[in-house]
DNA sequence: TCCTAGCACTTTTAATTTATGAGTGCTAAA
DNA sequence: TTTAGCACTCATAAATTAAAAGTGCTAGGA
């Protein structure tokens, strides 16, 4: 592959995709020819050649050279040479990791808010709870007169509570449906749960619980409610904002804000998700032309997504490859 | 108050205002006079008073009007006539508060999400979670080995989880001193449960709980992390960039959004919070002397805080004033 | 065959000018 | 007290100009 490109033009195109994404100005050939021990001219041919093979662009005829999408594929998969995380950042990062306080997906939210800090970029994390979990057990406290709290937990350390209202029943007898549910359906996954719920603990209940259909209701709502994906939340989202190529175009900024609120945008993120990570430069992504995302997936005993970090097609990608991966061995560690 | 100005005066004040808030440009005394039944030059006189008085200003000396400060002031104290609220917006809201499966600060979390959706400004709750919360119980639930999920339950319904490592520690150990929690310092306010652990658990699980020592530790840890303030989120700051004030400053985005992701700058907005519903225009914030915030405390049995819509100065008074009285009517029931 | 100096040409960007329009303040008369 | 009329101000937009940054190409040199 890489045999496609001489080694004075990989260089080349090296350089130019690495000052573009610090200066966000076109580059021109004079500029290069000081780090390279040739005139322009000849930059200026190979910069022709390169940008025959459609690696580079210009804005308009006479301006120095741009990466074109292309050229951002080629140098992410040939040239890039990864760059060590600040060892502070990674201190940082591990530290969260280890404070033994949080759910792991409080951890990689907490991270991710760290790192969107740091770059200045956007960053996700998708479907950290997996469905694959397992009823545990399940807790009532009564609170008052009409209601109590049902608390929820998997087999991978996943808490949820929902209120119940529940007028005139006797604790008793939700006390016992409770605990037929501890007896017969733990173990089963939460998808699964109202499933079974109808068909083996209705027909139960139907015979030892007076009230059984209020009850039986009430319960089947509160496992109903489990079944909604939960809610993503994208960190960072004007850190767009702080990008010059898109801080002259606020509609821009609009456009994106709004694809990276839309849920369905997000899920396709999920999508192809292979284990290593993946590049989605500009098209290849359906957040927009001029964005790149970088992402890739996690699969740990308790919890199992996707993280991204999404920025401008012009993204430090050494850094963030990095960055990621490390997140990545942190997450299942 | 209101006999400071005429009339007349008044009722030309009132239209600058809707008709800037409306339109984000000048008022000219041309278009004024369509509405009123007199001539261009009657108006331009009377509102060069009521520039003297300080309620309009010029953006430059041949400009229309604009409202000052003290005229967006006297405006909403003076000729603001609240607007009902759209049936159909009342009714979405509603419907939040009658889903008895959420939890009230869910709801409230929800309903703002709707407003700053409606509305196109930002939307706060602060501090939802009060910790005057009496302890109602614990409960332990292992998951494995060496960790366990500590749960604890406040009588206002708040529910909190932890996870909890404990290497080579007997789960009977455990348990015992969950009942001593249990029977000891139930009804304890939540900031007051480590004062009382140190001093009325640690003396007994020290007599009768072997390796008291890790266990004491563990639960100390657990409850001093409930202390931490819970984050607050403003949601929508990107309503901002749909502000045409604000979208054509790119700078003043940032900088109020930055302001907004501040917990300190936010803290702020808690304090000298009044029953009723508090306006605090440009320069009365700390936030920007372009925005305005319209604030307003709720109480319940359970919760406590204040609710914010954070827009432009040039905010639709009327309307967001009503709703925030219809939001605190739903929280208050 | 490859490299480079040199030059014509293109386009962007910023600065300047010009013109137009919206709006005011003031005056004098109704 | 109101209004018509007019001179004046300033913002905005369009048009012009000038300078700077780059390129492509050519022809001569290594």
Redesign the interface.
Known sequence: MENMLTERQAKILKLIVEEYIQSVKPVSSKLLCKRLKCSSATIRSEMANLEELGLLEKTHTSSGRVPSEQGYRFYVDHLMVLKKMNAEDMLNLQLIFQN????LSDCIQKSLEVISDITNYATVVLGTTSHENLL??I?V?P?NEN?M?V?V?T???H?E???M?LSDVSLEEVKKTVGLINNLIVGTPIDEINKKLEFEIKPIIGKYVSQHEQIYNAFY??FS?FTNPNKTNVVG??KF??QPEF?SN?DK??QV?TKLEDENVLKEIREDDENNITILIGKDNNIDEDVTVIKTKFKTATEEGTIAIIGPKRMEYDRVVSMLDFMKQNIEK
């Open positions: 033994q306080q949080l759910q545990k057990q807790d406290v609170l209601s709290i608390i937990i087999d991978k350390g808490v509570h929902k209120n209202v709502h509160v409610d989202k004007s904002l702080n801080s606020i900024i609009r804000i």
